[in-house]
């Protein structure tokens, strides 16, 4: 299992940023898929859920901000992110877990300042 997450980088508050993560390695249509991140000196926390039926679900921090969803076809999940706020300064990972294992990718930075 492979995850590979893109996209991060250095924007302004109230910009935008679109996050992907390409998975191999497993039936990617059949899991649900995450992304988390972590600031400095902070826990890992939930930003946003997708399960394999499309259902989403959002950390109360992103909600109304982010968006994920996941292309089958293309093996990716997707994290839009709108009006970046410098909190929103983190590592982004994408995470699933299939039965009783965990898969992390490497992370992409993503930093919002002036």
């Known amino acids: 299992v492979q995850l590979v997450e893109s996209g991060g980088g250095l924007v302004q508050p109230g910009e935008s940023l679109r996050l992907s993560c390409t998975a191999s390695?497993?039936?990617?249509?059949?899991?649900?898929m995450s992304w988390y991140r972590q600031a400095p000196g902070k826990e890992r926390e939930l930003v946003a859920v997708?399960?394999?039926?499309?259902?989403?679900d959002y950390g109360d921090s992103v909600k109304g901000r982010f968006t994920i969803s996941r292309d089958n076809a293309k093996n990716t999940v997707y994290l839009q992110m709108n009006s970046l706020k410098p909190e929103d300064t983190a590592v982004y990972y994408c995470y699933t877990r299939i039965d009783v294992n965990k898969y992390w990718g490497k992370g992409t930075l993503v930093t919002v300042s002036l």
């Open positions: 997708i399960i394999r039926g499309g259902t989403t």
């Open positions: 390695g497993f039936t990617f249509s059949t899991y649900a």
